[in-house]
């Protein structure tokens, strides 16, 4: 289960935002994911789809922001995430498409 939210468009499309733990065990934050799509369940699809299989929005607690459905209507894939800003920290990280979150790291020989 995830945090998130979604937020209808104008032309029936949806933008599905959810934070999700880090996929790696030592990094204390964790990501943020957004998807663009036809409705949310096809939204929830593409992530199970790409091998997140228990992800599920619950309510509408943490939609995304304006900032984040332009990024993310921007992108080609429409499918983007970043790390969980810290509140801490003054830097903002780019948004990167979901490829770099699911890549595996290569084997030494």
């Known amino acids: 289960m995830a945090a998130g939210g979604f937020c209808k468009l104008?032309?029936?499309t949806v933008v599905v935002a959810l934070n999700?733990?880090?996929p790696a065990?030592?990094?204390p934050a964790g990501v943020r994911?957004?998807?663009h799509a036809q409705n949310r369940a096809r939204a929830l699809t593409r992530l199970r789809n790409l091998g997140l299989r228990s992800i599920y929005l619950r309510g509408n607690a943490a939609p995304p922001t304006p900032d984040e459905i332009t990024a993310v209507l921007h992108h080609p894939d429409g499918?983007?995430?970043r790390t969980t800003p810290d509140t801490a920290a003054l830097t903002?990280?780019?948004w990167h498409p979901i490829r770099a979150l699911l890549?595996?790291?290569?084997t030494p020989a």
């Open 33 to 35: 994911v957004l998807v």
């Open 92 to 94: 903002v990280e780019l």
């Open 79 to 81: 499918l983007i995430w």
């Open 10 to 12: 104008p032309n029936g």
């Open 20 to 22: 999700l733990p880090s």
């Open 25 to 27: 065990a030592d990094a």
């Open 103 to 106: 890549r595996r790291p290569a």
